[in-house]
């Protein structure tokens, strides 16, 4: 007898966390499906809220809900939806995989302090991150390519790794054959640096002074929901 169903003789009665397993591989398909999304940024970026697109001015621009009639009705989300939706909001505005992201939840979920803040922290310490900050790249994938294209220095040493976490005190600088390059890519751009790294735009050297404190940080993530996300 299975939840009163009547179980036929020498058929195997149904495993009760069948469900439950459906459900957690439902999950892990439709994650797998976004971390190899390559359709329309825009779009991605609209059903998510990510706002932190560029250091250009160009994100009001952009269609802020969906196209047509309904496209500005809001649907009732579930718990999970919310949990899934924040943490593909963190996720997708940093630019990091599926895998990467996990792995930066658990080294903040084994450090000492909050783990939402030092989730963030992490995120915020990427080289590529620094270098989209600092106003040395447009997006964030853009820095993403100065890096892995060899154009940076770490304390004098190259550094082609885009998920590199700088340190409080590490000197970022520009290699002198790219300096032309980095040059024009920063001339259209009026960026403030964050009060947590000095910028020297005419030495093209930015210097990470201190991680920076949570209230420094976007204040419209919701660490809080993607520590449930991952807590169930």
Do not use: C
């Not at 069948?18 to 439902?26: E, L, M, P, R, Y």
């Not at 770490?154 to 054959?177: F, H, W």
């Amino acid at each position: 007898m299975y939840f009163g169903i009547p179980v036929k003789y020498g058929q195997r009665e149904p495993d009760k966390n069948q469900d439950d397993v459906k459900i957690v591989k439902k999950r892990k398909k439709k994650e797998s499906k976004l971390a190899k999304y390559t359709g329309p940024s825009n779009k991605l970026f609209r059903n998510f809220g990510v706002t932190d697109l560029s250091n250009r001015k160009l994100v009001s621009s952009l269609r802020q809900t969906a196209s047509g009639q309904h496209g500005a009705a809001r649907k009732k989300l579930s718990d999970y939806a919310l949990h899934l939706n924040e943490k593909q909001k963190i996720r997708l505005t940093y630019l990091v995989s599926e895998k990467q992201f996990a792995k930066y939840y658990n080294k903040a979920a084994r450090t000492k302090g909050v783990t939402g803040t030092v989730l963030l922290q992490l995120l915020e310490s990427r080289l590529d991150n620094v270098v989209f900050r600092a106003g040395f790249a447009t997006t964030r994938k853009q820095s993403r390519q100065i890096v892995n294209h060899g154009h940076v220095l770490v304390n004098g040493k190259k550094v082609d790794i885009p998920s590199y976490l700088v340190k409080a005190g590490d000197e970022i600088t520009v290699r002198a054959k790219s300096s032309d390059f980095v040059k024009a890519v920063m001339e259209p751009l009026d960026v403030a640096a964050p009060a947590w790294m000095t910028v020297d735009a005419n030495a093209q050297k930015i210097v990470f002074d201190r991680i920076p404190e949570r209230e420094e940080l976007d204040p419209e993530f919701k660490e809080q929901l993607v520590i449930e996300y991952y807590s169930k």
